[in-house]
């Protein structure tokens, strides 16, 4: 009896113990995400010291590529319209707010323009490279559709006077049922409005590498392209799974004495990773500014069939998994993907 007692007792002081513990556990809340709070600060931190987060200056640099956060630098972006629905034209608005928390009214023009604006839906479709117009007071207007329902990015690429280049993004929603495209399988070649872009070169991350875009119409090489924006050609290369930007200007300037107006446009780009990007090319002929559109990989990526890319899977040996450059232009795009 005696000893059946002591042991209930020790078992009881044992309860208390654990239960204090458990006690403690809950008093201090969650410890286990405090941790992991920890590591991403110091994750982020060391982003931020890498990237442009931390410094004064522009906000493209080889750590954190542009266009991934809404806020940097000190500036944000701020959109004025809530909803935009599907296939309806809508005056969009939005402010870069500065340092000091009021709208930037003062920018440096880069490519003739203050402030450049793409939107594009997260599959990569439907891209679009707009220019707004600023109402006054920082406030950016621009006619805007989004063709269908869906998740969609817009970029601005501008420049703060003072500052440096910087591109921030944010997310715009289109509800209704989205059905999200697979990426298209890379090409060396895109049709567009009856023009063929032939695509030469290949992406390297981390390097730079040249990419020369050919353009030609009916079979003949296209040799009178038209200046746009102060180029023959303005590239932008977004990321599969990110959306990661990269705006490209090509080599040469019209009227620089050097620079054919075609039929080739060359670009020396860097893109930050192994992986997919999409690339569009707008390029002016006949008055009238067109983008051609190609997935290309770089560090052996490959593009699943049915969409996705697998950095690791292509480097090796099965030959079968890459997918071949094709030759023949691009499958006919949707009717819905178009620019300006
Ligand atoms: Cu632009």
């Avoid at 869906?150 to 910087?166: C, H, N, Q, S």
């Avoid at 079979?219 to 977004?238: F, R, W």
């Avoid at 060359?266 to 390029?283: I, K, N």
């Avoid at 006919?332 to 620019?339: F, R």
């Amino acid at each position: 009896m005696n000893g059946a007692t002591k042991v209930g007792a020790y078992v009881l002081g044992l309860a208390a113990v654990f239960g204090g513990a458990l006690g403690v556990g809950r008093a201090v809340g969650p410890v286990v995400p405090a941790e992991e709070a920890k590591a991403a600060a110091s994750h982020g931190a060391g982003h931020a010291s890498a990237g442009p987060a931390g410094g004064s200056g522009g906000v493209e640099g080889p750590a954190v590529p542009g266009g991934l956060q809404v806020s940097a630098a000190g500036y944000t972006l701020v959109p004025r319209t809530d909803l935009v629905e599907p296939g309806k034209a809508v005056d969009f608005r939005f402010s870069v707010l500065g340092p000091d928390g009021r709208p930037v009214t003062r920018f440096t023009p880069q490519h003739e323009k203050r402030l450049h604006f793409i939107v594009v839906r997260r599959d990569l479709t439907g891209f679009q490279h707009l220019h707004p117009e600023e109402e006054g007071d920082g406030i950016w207007s621009v006619p805007l559709t989004l063709p269908e329902a869906g998740e969609y990015r817009a970029f601005a690429d501008f420049a703060p006077e003072g500052a440096g280049g910087m591109t921030l993004g944010m997310d715009l929603s289109a509800p209704g049922d989205y059905r999200p495209a697979p990426l298209a399988a890379p090409v060396r070649t895109a049709a567009v409005d009856g023009y063929t872009v032939a695509l030469a070169g290949d992406l390297a991350p981390g390097r730079t590498s040249r990419l020369t875009l050919s353009v030609s119409k009916d079979g003949k090489p296209v040799t009178d392209l038209e200046p746009y924006l102060g180029a023959y050609g303005h590239l932008v290369a977004l990321r599969d799974g990110d959306l990661a930007y990269l705006h490209v200007h090509p080599d040469g300037e019209p009227g620089d004495g050097r620079t054919a107006s075609g039929p080739g446009i060359t670009f020396h780009t860097e893109v930050p990773s192994a992986g997919a990007y999409r690339l569009f090319l707008d390029f002016k002929h006949g008055g009238t500014v067109r983008t051609a559109e190609f997935t290309a990989t770089a560090g052996g990526a490959t593009v699943l069939p049915g969409g996705g890319d697998a950095p690791e899977a292509g480097r090796g040996s099965d030959p079968e998994e890459k997918v071949p450059a094709d030759p023949s232009p691009a499958k006919s795009h949707n009717p819905d993907d178009h620019t300006h």
